[in-house]
């Protein structure tokens, strides 16, 4: 369990990516392959970036004119590489020296299906920073049943045999895909988590992505998809808390994507997960974001 594969989707381009790509080729410990998957880029962007890696030999180009989505991106990558551990970082992330290194150093058994580092989110429009530190040793199916606590894809490194059992990234999945997929391996072993910053997390405020996208019925729809694969695996386990937590998340989430464009459904989305179970972090979503911003610093760092 010594190598790595990174696998980057990109329709950026830019500084951005290149920015995500150095940050991997400065690791103190190198993956074995970088594979980078460009769709929907004009051909000098596109050749700008493949000429300014030219000399690294451990770097693969998959190149496409249409545009491709991120889920079937990152298997399109997947299905190029051959080590053991796989790592899908986003082309607006970047990563610590120590990232990979403080992976293999933390791999410590067989149980283990994937290991996710704690974040800073750092905002596209004012470089104001939160954080997202990872509260427990390790996270279970029952775990993510509540709640996503795994994280952001690009925090994530996987063992490649269990992402290959479970059929990569749902393709039909138009929000939410890391979650999706966080359920799907949990079935084979546990995520084991680090408390240390490892990894540096675009927050988009004005140039929406996938994750706060305006586009609602996605967000709707990818809900209604985890609500399902829930309900099977709620059977295992008897417990009313368990199921009401998992429903008063979901619609936090739903009232975090409408908060800016409809402020009807965002507080119908906050009531119903108040009605499911009582948080704080739903009042915190009602403050004003100038008067939550260090409530919410708070939050990210010693709340689950």
Not at 68 to 96: C, E, T
Not at 240 to 255: D, G, P, R, V
Request: glycine letters at 2%; one cysteine or more; a positive charge.
């Amino acid at each position: 369990m010594n190598n790595i594969t990174t696998i980057i989707p990109s329709i950026r381009g830019g500084d951005p990516l290149i920015r995500s790509i150095n940050s991997v080729l400065n690791q103190t410990i190198l993956p074995k392959k970088v594979i980078v998957v460009i769709s929907d880029i004009n051909d000098v962007k596109r050749e700008n970036i493949i000429k300014h890696f030219n000399e690294y030999t451990n770097i693969k180009f998959i190149s496409s004119i249409n545009k491709i989505s991120a889920p079937k991106a990152r298997n399109i990558g997947f299905d190029n590489s051959d080590s053991d551990l796989v790592h899908f970082l986003d082309d607006d992330d970047y990563l610590s020296d120590s990232f990979y290194a403080d992976t293999l150093n933390n791999w410590s058994s067989d149980e283990i299906i994937g290991i996710s580092h704690s974040v800073q989110w750092i905002s596209d429009k004012d470089n104001t920073k939160n954080y997202s530190i990872r509260k427990f040793n390790s996270i279970s199916q029952r775990d993510l049943i509540k709640e996503n606590y795994v994280g952001i894809t690009s925090s994530v490194v996987l063992r490649s045999s269990i992402f290959r059992k479970v059929g990569g990234f749902s393709i039909d999945m138009k929000a939410r895909q890391d979650y999706d997929l966080w359920l799907k391996m949990a079935r084979y072993g546990i995520f084991k988590t680090l408390k240390k910053i490892n990894v540096f997390w675009t927050h988009h405020i004005d140039n929406y992505s996938i994750s706060n996208s305006n586009k609602i019925d996605k967000h709707i729809e990818a809900i209604g998809k985890l609500r399902k694969k829930k309900k099977e695996l709620l059977t295992n386990y008897n417990d009313l808390f368990l199921k009401l937590s998992s429903e008063s998340n979901h619609y936090l989430y739903l009232a975090r994507r409408t908060k800016r464009i409809n402020i009807f459904y965002f507080l119908k989305y906050a009531f119903l997960s108040f009605i499911c179970m009582p948080n704080i972090k739903i009042f915190v979503e009602i403050i004003p974001y100038f008067i939550s911003r260090k409530i919410r610093m708070i939050l990210y760092k010693y709340l689950p």
